[in-house]
């Protein structure tokens, strides 16, 4: 059975989509069978997905690569929609296979996510016999599909009091906070504990007991994942531990920080232990998962022109959608600037993969 991973942070700006975007496209690579939903109304990860990077693919006019996909494949609103009515879609699934026989699949985004979040929001606060199954068909929607995937990895926004990012926590088996080296994301994990209280008190009255069946309110805390880290030029790219010092002091405060947060969250059943964080995560120290380095705007452009993750880059990509006013991208050059800058990344996303690969069935 699949395990359902949701990458959430309240603070915007931390690469949450591109760590998910990249870490799909991976395990896909590993064989593994994906499917990523983006919860998130800014439609970074749809946008990623479909290669929309220019005005003139976001148009609404009739013919438009954006048109095209939104009336053939179903975004969360209207796959949340037919869920929760016990309605069939005729629409499809966007899927990217792989050569490994792996595939990703996903679940758009959508702007009109905000309007079924109020219906939500208005059914939770206003509990009666005709709606209080709701929150139990919500996590349906998002379980049933655990025997088709061996990953369903979730990117939510940037919100703390979104009704949607409530539900679809309390219905994740784990969940990862993504980061980066600032005082705002320090400052993010220190609200996290409020955050799990606020969602709390709002679904309590849904959660499983033995009369009533609702949500399972069962997440696991795996970690942080430290994103857009100043890598120091000297470091070694293969033992990908040689960061700047301003990286390395921040994580040191971090460090204090999460582990308020996981015991908090371990005290109510939402995290995994020191010692399983060690068994999944081998390479690892708790409960950092992993250290990644930022990309250079060089790649992180052609990425985004070619529609695929930075892992997936290639020479004969970076040549073809390189800027015409920018210098050659050369990642084939050993030892070369953006050649360390792929391995570093490569590196790091590789091994988070790994403990994901970890996780119990």
């Known amino acids: 059975m699949g395990k359902t991973i949701t990458f959430f942070n309240h603070k915007g700006g931390v690469g949450k989509t591109t760590l998910v975007h990249n870490l ?11 499917l990523l939903i ?10 990623a997905m479909y290669g929309l990077s220019t005005s003139i693919e976001y ?6 690569k954006w048109s095209e996909n939104i009336a053939k494949y179903i975004s969360l609103p209207e796959y949340l929609n037919c869920e929760l009515k016990g309605e069939n879609s005729s629409k499809e699934v966007f899927k990217i296979s792989s050569e490994d026989k792996g595939y990703v699949e996903l679940i758009s985004g959508s702007i009109n996510l905000s309007e079924i ?23 349906q929607a998002i379980k049933k599909n655990k025997d088709k995937y061996d990953f369903i990895l979730i990117d939510t926004s940037p919100s703390s009091s979104s009704i949607i990012n409530a539900l ?21 994990i220190d609200n996290l504990s409020s955050i799990f209280n606020s969602w709390i008190k709002l679904l309590g009255e849904y959660q499983t007991t033995q009369s009533f069946r609702g949500l399972s309110f069962q997440p696991k805390f795996l970690g942080l994942v430290v ?66 380095c930022d990309f250079t705007p060089q ?15 290639t020479q004969e990509t970076c040549n073809e959608y390189k800027d015409s006013k920018t210098r050659t991208v050369d990642i084939s050059k050993e030892d070369g600037q953006y050649t360390r800058s792929m391995a570093s990344i490569s590196s790091s996303y590789n091994r988070i993969v790994d403990g994901l690969l970890n996780l119990p069935k």
């Open 24 to 34: 799909a496209y991976i395990l896909a690579d590993r064989g593994c069978r994906v």
């Open 38 to 47: 983006d919860a998130d109304p800014q439609m970074n990860l749809t946008s």
């Open 59 to 64: 148009s609404t006019e009739v013919g438009s």
């Open 117 to 139: 979040e109020a219906d939500i929001y208005s059914i939770i606060k206003n509990r009666n016999s005709f709606t209080e199954t709701i929150p139990l068909k919500f996590e």
């Open 168 to 188: 679809i926590m309390m219905s994740t088996d784990y969940f990862i906070t993504p980061v980066s080296p600032s005082f705002f994301s320090l400052q993010a």
């Open 227 to 292: 994103q857009l880290a100043k890598r120091f030029s000297g470091g070694s790219v293969q033992e990908n531990t040689s960061f700047s010092s301003s990286t390395e002091k921040w994580v040191q405060d971090v460090n204090n920080s999460v582990r308020k947060f996981q015991t908090f969250a371990i005290q109510r059943g939402m995290s995994i232990t020191e010692g399983e964080f060690q068994q999944f995560f081998t390479e690892s120290s708790p409960f950092i998962i992993q250290k990644c």
């Open 299 to 313: 790649l992180r452009s052609i990425a985004e022109k070619a529609g695929i993750p930075v892992v997936k880059l």
